[in-house]
Nanobody, 122 residues
Framework: QVQLVESGGGSVQAGGSLRLSCTYS?????MGWFRQAPGKEREGVAA????????YPSDSVKGRFTISKDNASNTVYLQMNSLKPEDTAMYYC??????????????????WGQGTQVTVSS
């Protein structure tokens, strides 16, 4: 499985921005981000396929979050703008060797980062 190391979480006021980073040991078919808030189910946030196509399954982040990658440094990013208190959660980088559809529906087979906390205050 691909090894993932995250960084970039922190605390910010509502309306602010954060960028999360995830460095991976080799390029999988799909890279993505999930989040989980206390007492809530894990939620898919964004994914980036090896062909460059992106997906944002959560309507709540569309237009505010952007996933991208830097192949030279084996890093995928999640740029989060116009943050809201409801974005507060632990954010996890994930990877799937079999593609982005599997990233969303076959989560037990994903590779996972250690998680990074994002806290947005009002």
């Amino acid at each position: 499985q691909v090894q993932l190391v995250e960084s970039g979480g922190g605390s910010v006021q509502a309306g602010g921005s954060l960028r999360l980073s995830c460095t991976y040991s080799y390029t999988p078919a799909c890279m993505g981000w999930f989040r989980q808030a206390p007492g809530k189910e894990r939620e898919g946030v964004a994914a980036l396929d090896s062909d460059g196509s992106t997906s944002y399954p959560s309507d709540s982040v569309k237009g505010r979050f952007t996933i991208s990658k830097d192949n030279a440094s084996n890093t995928v990013y999640l740029q989060m703008n116009s943050l809201k208190p409801e974005d507060t959660a632990m954010y996890y980088c994930a990877a799937a060797d079999s593609g982005c559809l599997r990233l969303w529906i076959d989560v037990e087979n994903n590779s996972w980062g250690q998680g990074t906390q994002v806290t947005v205050s009002s």
